[in-house]
Nanobody, 126 residues
Framework: QVQLVQSGGGSVQAGGSLKLSCRAS??????????MGWFRQAPGKEREGVAV???????MYVDSAQYRFTISKDNAKNTLYLQINSLKPADTAMYYC??????????????????WGQGTQVTVSS
């Protein structure tokens, strides 16, 4: 079992930045979690993947998140991060972190994850 507790988020103006955090527990070290990722769900839309990071530090982003989003991990703190810069109103969504201790080879923003954080709201005003 992996427990994920999110923090960060909030309301910002367009052009601003936010850093979301997701602390993992239930595993000895987050480095042992093969695949972790960030997802988001905008009002009235399906949840979509944003980015993932493998335990070796390899990252993968969806095309729309390629330049403004940065996924990272601090293994010492067992914490996953998502830095979002140049925020746009279209980034308004509930953001979720996710983890899969066993998914290595197909760690992808399109994968299904078994463990999820509680979600954190990001609201961007124009």
């Amino acid at each position: 079992q992996v427990q994920l507790v999110q923090s960060g988020g909030g309301s910002v103006q367009a052009g601003g930045s936010l850093k979301l955090s997701c602390r993992a527990s239930g595993y000895t070290y987050s480095i042992d979690i093969a695949c972790m990722g960030w997802f988001r769900q905008a009002p009235g839309k399906e949840r979509e993947g944003v980015a993932v990071i493998r335990s070796d530090g390899t990252t993968m982003y969806v095309d729309s998140a390629q330049y403004r989003f940065t996924i990272s991990k601090d293994n010492a703190k067992n914490t996953l991060y998502l830095q979002i810069n140049s925020l746009k109103p279209a980034d308004t969504a509930m953001y979720y972190c996710a983890a899969d201790p066993a998914r290595w080879y197909d760690c992808s923003p399109k994968a299904e994850f078994p463990f999820w954080g509680q979600g954190t709201q990001v609201t961007v005003s124009s």
